[in-house]
């Protein structure tokens, strides 16, 4: 084996791939794998200390928390994909981030998610639509959020697993209300390897700003991965992962709205309200 054939040679064993898109996926991972290595002229201790790295990143991962999606998250590349993703004319994609965890409760439409947290009560309200407005009265959300400490529950050992997250369905006209706390700002952790071995050796803020995670699906359509963030977040323009779109920074408003205050349990007439439409593409 050579320095000019290592390459191909390597890249030449995955041909036999059934799957043509596997084939493409592990040639071309190859070619830019050692590619890198050739323009960095990698050594062989950085080489070592990559692979610990990585092992440091798995063992911190677990079903509650995901390292690794925290590594994609902080080198963009989960935006990347989130982007590449995100059909014109429909809502776009914005990073899973690390917290998010299957089989949350189911609610009924409205949802109240208030329970026992401290914070600004606010609602989340909106639409899911398709391409031509119309609503998708068959679409399910799966929201979460962190609580006004800045921390999700994963985080927080004071904090009941089902804290600030749900699953609920829209009503007939495809519509949407969670009585919430206001998230807030946080970091990212900085007690595992992403941020002691890669974010803060290269002095980069580990804030994000506040913001709603939503998994939005439907029948016919492609599922939406996304998060709506707040207009008076300082942090928006210094995002560590990347994930802030302009069509999903929102606004808190004041609503003269009895009922909603009625829901929030806070003195009526008026409550604060973020509304914000969801637009699905056709699969």
């Known amino acids: 084996m050579r320095l000019d054939n290592v390459t191909e040679v390597a890249s030449q064993t995955f041909a036999g791939a059934t799957d043509e ?3 493409q996926l592990s040639q071309a991972l190859v070619r830019h794998l050692h590619g890198f290595a050739r323009e960095v002229g990698l050594t062989h201790a950085e080489w070592r200390a990559a692979i610990g790295f990585m092992h440091r990143v798995g ?6 928390r995901s390292e690794f999606t925290l590594l994609s998250d902080v080198l963009g590349l989960s935006s990347l994909v989130d982007l590449l993703g995100s059909p014109a004319g429909a809502t776009p994609g914005s990073v899973l981030g690390p917290f998010h965890t299957a089989g949350s409760p189911w609610l009924d439409n409205p949802a109240n ?3 026992h947290n401290a914070g600004e009560r606010v609602l989340l309200r909106g639409r899911v639509l398709n391409a031509q407005g119309a609503p998708l009265a068959a679409a399910t959300l799966d929201m979460w959020q962190n609580a006004a400490n800045g921390l999700y529950w994963q985080m927080d050992p004071a904090q009941p697993s089902d804290n600030l997250r749900c699953r609920l369905r829209v009503d007939a006209q495809g ?3 969670i009585a919430t706390i206001r998230p807030m700002p946080y970091c990212i952790p900085t007690d595992g390897p992403v941020w002691t071995d890669l974010v803060e050796p290269a002095q ?5 700003p ?3 995670h939503l998994i939005v699906e439907a029948p016919g359509y492609r599922t939406l991965v996304t998060e709506l963030f707040d207009e008076e977040d300082p942090y928006l323009d210094t995002d560590a992962v990347f994930g802030v779109r302009e069509s999903l920074v929102g606004r808190y408003e004041d ?6 205050a009625a829901r929030l349990g806070v003195p009526g007439p008026m409550c604060r309200v973020m509304h914000m439409d969801l637009v699905l593409a056709a699969a």
């Open 21 to 23: 898109r596997r084939r």
């Open 59 to 64: 063992e911190i991962s677990s079903e509650q």
């Open 113 to 115: 998610l208030i329970g």
């Open 175 to 177: 519509a949407f209300e």
């Open 204 to 208: 980069r803020s580990a804030w994000r």
């Open 210 to 212: 506040a913001h709603y």
């Open 255 to 260: 609503v003269n709205d009895p009922a909603g």
